[in-house]
């Protein structure tokens, strides 16, 4: 497994943006399809973004895409999540995922295998 640690959450107002980091340990985190997630206080854990392990392809949730861009730069074992126009309902904590899936389209809990601890994201209206 790798370990993974997200930074970047904070405050801020409806139209801002924000851009999160997710930094990987270990040797192997280009052999990992990459992933956000984000859960509300008594929502689910829901897909927001992935990318494939070269970072050439991407998969989006509709309430994210045009808004949302996923990245990663695997020198330095480190995915990225930019955050545009945010708005309140995208007021959740943020996580990173690593998986071992097929493909880069993977958009299920159960599809990763290794989990950050999340990071606060708060858009005030």
């Known amino acids: 497994q790798v370990q993974l640690v997200e930074s970047g959450g904070g405050l801020v107002q409806a139209g801002g943006s924000l851009n999160l980091s997710c930094a990987a340990s270990?040797?192997?985190?280009?052999?990992?399809?990459m992933g956000w997630f984000r859960q509300a206080p008594g929502e689910e854990r829901e897909f927001v973004a992935s990318?494939?392990?070269?970072?050439?392809?991407?998969f989006y949730s509709t309430s994210v895409r045009g808004r949302f861009t996923i990245s990663r730069d695997n020198a330095k074992n480190t995915v990225y999540l930019q955050m545009n126009t945010l708005k309140p309902e995208d007021t959740a904590v943020y996580y990173c995922?690593?998986?071992?899936?097929?493909?880069?389209?993977?958009?299920?809990?159960?599809?990763?295998?290794?989990w950050g601890q999340g990071t606060q994201v708060t858009v005030s209206s």
């Open positions: 995922a690593a998986s071992k899936a097929v493909t880069y389209i993977a958009s299920t809990t159960r599809a990763y295998d290794s």
């Open positions: 270990g040797r192997t985190f280009s052999t990992y399809v």
């Open positions: 990318v494939s392990r070269s970072g050439g392809s991407t």
